[in-house]
């Protein structure tokens, strides 16, 4: 019998400021190449109007980045995913420096989490239920 192995998965996803589908980046192209290198991400659509923009999805869960004149210094999203240390891992082989996991106390749950600040300035914040990892 095979043992069945599970990639960490992206499962959800909340902006930090007001929209998820439109996080302010200065050029499509490297941000797409950036995030699908470095996040396992893949390209499902682009669009020129309202504004270019440039829509990335990993697992179902999808996030869009616009040339949008937004600051990205002051935008990011919250990614809650199954297994944090094996995402950590991940993204570690595949060229990030991450910090260390820490645990966060929120509406009486804890979470273990991580932080990515990308390139382009937006911050990530990679969670998952104690519990659970």
Known sequence: MQKMTTQPKFKTAFPFRDDLLGLPVID?????E???KHFGMTEVQRT??????VF?????????FAVNGG?????GAAILVSDIRGLKREFENG???????????????????????????????????????
Not at 48 to 53: A, D, G, I, L
Not at 56 to 64: S, V
Not at 102 to 107: A, L
Request: glycine share 10%; aromatic share 10%; with cysteine.
């Open 56 to 64: 990335l999805e990993r697992d179902g869960t999808r996030i869009g």
């Open 48 to 53: 020129t109007e309202p504004v270019p923009t």
């Open 71 to 75: 600051d990205a210094s002051q935008d």
């Open 34 to 36: 950036w995030y699908c």
């Open 28 to 32: 499509l192209s490297s941000t797409a």
């Open 95 to 133: 060229g990030l420096e991450i910090g260390e996991l820490r645990t966060d106390e929120r509406d009486g749950r804890s979470l273990v989490v991580f932080f990515v600040v990308a390139p382009d300035g937006l911050c990530y914040y990679f969670h998952e239920p104690k519990e659970a990892g």
